[in-house]
């Protein structure tokens, strides 16, 4: 079992600046990668920014060069640095680790608002 804990959502005005942080506890050494999500109301759930073991990484086409997906050096955390964010950004974001055998991991989501 892989237990997520985010923090770091608000709200913030159009251009602004936030950044999540996930911390990963219980069966660390099973995570193959971990990353972002986000789903506004109504819509599906997306994959934002994904972040493998060896340090390659993913991103949405729409947050490329305004967000930033890092992890720690343990390997227990992931941050996402959400530059310029448009009211679009608006979601609940969702941690997300991938394992090696078994289901994914899922945080309880953090509300992101971006006023226009």
């Known amino acids: 079992q892989v237990q997520l804990v985010e923090s770091g959502g608000g709200l913030v005005q159009a251009g602004g600046s936030l950044r999540l942080s996930c911390v990963a506890s219980?069966?660390?050494?099973?995570?193959?990668?971990m990353g972002w999500y986000r789903q506004a109301p109504g819509k599906q759930r997306e994959a934002v920014a994904i972040?493998?073991?060896?340090?390659?990484?993913n991103y949405e086409d729409s947050v490329k060069g305004r967000f930033t997906i890092s992890r720690g050096n343990g390997k227990t955390t992931v941050s996402l640095q959400m530059n310029s964010l448009k009211p679009e950004d608006t979601a609940v974001y969702y941690c997300?680790?991938?394992?090696?055998?078994?289901?994914?991991?899922w945080g309880q989501g953090t509300l992101v608002t971006v006023s226009s």
């Open positions: 972040i493998r073991s060896g340090g390659s990484t």
């Open positions: 219980g069966s660390i050494s099973s995570i193959a990668s």
């Open positions: 997300y680790a991938g394992r090696l055998t078994g289901l994914p991991a």
